[in-house]
Nanobody, 124 residues
Framework: QVQLVESGGGLVQAGGSLRLSCAAS????????MGWFRQAPGKEREFVAH????????YYADSVKGRFTISRDNAKNTVSLEMNSLKPEDTAVYYC?????????????????WGQGTQVTVSS
């Protein structure tokens, strides 16, 4: 099972940008669909984006479409989330997740491995 470690979170003003990274180890990275999820205080964890094993297919939640970009580098075993035009409502702990197989999903329980999360705070 792959192990995941996120980095890149922090405090940013509204309208600013952040880039999150997730490093994977212990598995064949290219065999996993990779996803990003987030959980705001007092709310349930929600889907943000996923990317296919090849990087050729991506899918986004409506709330981030056009502002966030997910990408992966299979040679480096990393997946990234570029976040632009950030809003206070994007404040949350962001989690990287891995799902075996080739079919993407926005369902939390479909993912097999999770990172520890990284905090993103957007001030108004």
């Amino acid at each position: 099972q792959v192990q995941l470690v996120e980095s890149g979170g922090g405090l940013v003003q509204a309208g600013g940008s952040l880039r999150l990274s997730c490093a994977a180890s212990g598995g064949t990275f290219s065999r996993y669909v990779m996803g990003w999820f987030r959980q705001a205080p007092g709310k349930e964890r929600e889907f943000v984006a996923h990317i296919s094993w090849s990087g050729g297919s991506t899918y986004y939640a409506d709330s981030v479409k056009g502002r966030f970009t997910i990408s992966r580098d299979n040679a480096k075993n990393t997946v990234s989330l570029e976040m632009n035009s950030l809003k206070p409502e994007d404040t949350a702990v962001y989690y990287c997740a891995a799902k075996r197989g080739f079919v993407g999903s926005y369902t939390i329980t479909d993912y097999d491995s999770w990172g520890q999360g990284t905090q993103v705070t957007v001030s108004s």
